[in-house]
C-alpha cells in the first residue's frame, strides 16, 4: 500500500470534460440514486434499500481513508452535473477499476474518459502494477469499454448466477507507448 501522505494529496482528478473528485457525504444524495436506477443496476444485481445503498456510500468512505484511493465522483464540466462513480478499489481478485453512470451519460464517451483518468492515476500516481475490471458478460458495453481501454480477457468465470469477464491492464503496457 502506498503512503497515505503521497497518496491523499490528489482530491481530483481533471479531463477534458470531466471533474473526478473524492467523493464527500455531501454528495450521497446526487449518488444514491445510482443504486436505485434498474438500468444502472441490471447488470449489478439489481436494485437495492436505502440501508444498502447507506452501506455502499459509508463503504465507498471507509475505503478512501483506509486505502487512500477509492472510486472518485464524476462531474460532467459543462452540466455540473454528477454523471456517475469511477475508480479504482481492493476486491477479492485484486484491484478493480468499477464505474456506474447514470442513463443520461451513456453512450458519450464519459467513461471511457473516466477510466482512462482512473488508470493514468492509478499507474502513474499510486504505483500499481495491475488493475481489473471484472463484469458480466451479458453486458457488452462494459466488455467494450474494457477492450476499448487496452484490457485483455485473462479468465472467464461463473459468478452471481451469470458468466463474469475477467480483464486486465498492467502498468507496463497502459505506460508502452502507443507505436507497439
Not at 481533471?14 to 473524492?22: A, V
Not at 457488452?140 to 459468478?159: D, P, Q, T
Request: proline share 2%.
Amino acid at each position: 500500500m502506498q503512503n497515505k501522505a503521497d497518496v491523499n494529496n490528489a482530491e481530483v482528478l481533471e479531463t477534458e470534460r470531466l471533474l473526478l473528485k473524492r467523493p464527500s457525504r455531501e454528495e450521497d444524495a446526487g449518488l444514491s440514486g445510482l443504486w436505485r436506477d434498474a438500468e444502472v443496476r441490471r447488470y449489478l444485481g439489481g436494485v437495492v434499500g436505502e440501508e444498502v445503498i447507506e452501506k455502499k456510500l459509508a463503504w465507498q468512505q471507509t475505503h478512501w481513508q483506509q486505502a487512500g484511493f477509492g472510486r472518485w465522483t464524476v462531474y460532467e464540466k459543462a452540466s455540473g452535473q454528477i454523471a456517475g462513480l469511477c475508480g479504482l478499489h481492493y476486491s477479492q481478485k485484486g484491484i478493480e477499476l468499477s464505474y456506474d453512470f447514470y442513463p443520461i451519460f451513456w453512450r458519450r464517451g464519459i467513461a471511457m474518459e473516466a477510466a482512462r483518468a482512473c488508470l493514468e492515476d492509478g499507474f502513474s500516481r499510486l504505483n500499481i502494477e495491475s488493475v481489473l475490471i471484472i463484469t458480466q458478460e451479458a453486458n457488452i458495453a462494459s466488455c467494450r469499454l474494457a477492450e476499448k481501454l487496452g484490457m485483455h480477457k485473462i479468465e472467464r468465470l461463473w459468478e452471481f448466477e451469470s458468466w463474469q469477464s475477467v480483464y486486465e491492464m498492467t502498468r507496463e503496457a497502459f505506460m508502452a507507448p502507443e507505436e507497439q
